[in-house]
Each structure stands twice: as C-alpha cells, then as structure tokens.
C-alpha cells in the first residue's frame, strides 16, 4: 500500500511540475495593419492626365519620377505604358529607360508601337513584380525616361510602388 501511495504522490508531482512548465502564459503576436509589399503610390508623368494626351515632339517628354523619403529605397511592383499614334504618325522604335534601379531594366517597344495610317490605334502594355524591383541608391529619385518620339506620337507610362528601408 505504501508502495502505491508513494507512486501516487511521484505521479502528482510530476504533473505539477510540468504543469507549470506547459501551462505558460502564450506569447501575444500582433497582427500589421497592411502588407508592407503592398503598392501605396501609382507614379505618372509631372503634367499629370494632361500630359498623356500630348503629342510628342522630337524631345523626350512624359518622365516619370519617384522621389523616396530619406533612407528608403524605391520598390516598383508595376509598370503600365500607353503609347499611341494619330493617322499621321511615322514608324517608330519607342524606348524607356530607367535610373537608380538595380540591374538598369529597359523595355524596347518595337513589337507593340502604331504605325502611319494606323487610325489612333493604341497599345498598352503591363508589367508587374510579385518580387518588387528595388532601387540601387536609398532616399534617390527612381526615373523611367520614354525616348524622344518623332511627331505623332503619345507615349505614357505609369508606375506603381513603395518605399521602404
């Protein structure tokens, strides 16, 4: 009997101490408010909506910059291109090049831009980065820069993004 009663009294005090053990208060997790990947800015050209119904001349017009709070990068998760021709347009290999991003990427818009006698036809294009593409520099203007464009033509991009340490 006393054989059973000090088994008994191990078995209790075994649980009691690892009671105390496993039943520790959890560990409280807080939850963000938003995603930090998310995109907060959709970026166009200075002269807003009505630079995008300009036709462009001989110069490189519609830039595109993205101005980072000091000590954050830039991180583009999109990047959206118009680009049209009126019925007087010539053929053209329309360009977009950018700064202050790692890897320098460029987009050659041969394949997609309106030709003469085209009717205003216009072509869009849109490109998106599940993993964002992230400025080289921290607290540096970020620029995507179209090519100067012969007459006739209207080029607009946009750009989508955020910034982060």
Request: proline share 6%.
């Amino acid at each position: 009997m006393k054989t059973i009663s000090s088994v008994l009294v191990l078995i209790c005090a075994i649980c009691v101490i690892c009671g105390s053990v496993w039943a520790q208060a959890p560990t409280a997790v807080q939850q963000a408010g938003n995603r930090t990947d998310a995109a907060t800015f959709l970026q166009g050209p200075a002269g807003g909506a009505t630079s995008c119904a300009t036709v462009n001349t001989t110069a490189a017009l519609n830039t595109v910059t993205i101005t980072p709070p000091a000590g954050n990068y830039v991180y583009i998760t999109g990047v959206y291109i118009d680009i049209t021709a009126d019925v007087t347009g010539v053929t053209q290999v329309a360009t977009l090049s950018t700064t202050n991003l790692s890897g320098g990427p460029f987009w050659s818009l041969a394949t997609v831009v309106p030709t003469a006698g085209a009717n205003g036809t216009m072509r869009q294009i849109a490109e998106v980065f599940p993993t964002a593409l992230k400025s080289t520099v921290p607290g540096t203007a970020v620029t995507f820069v179209p090519s100067a464009q012969t007459n006739h033509a209207i080029f607009c991009a946009r750009v989508a993004g955020y910034f982060a340490p």
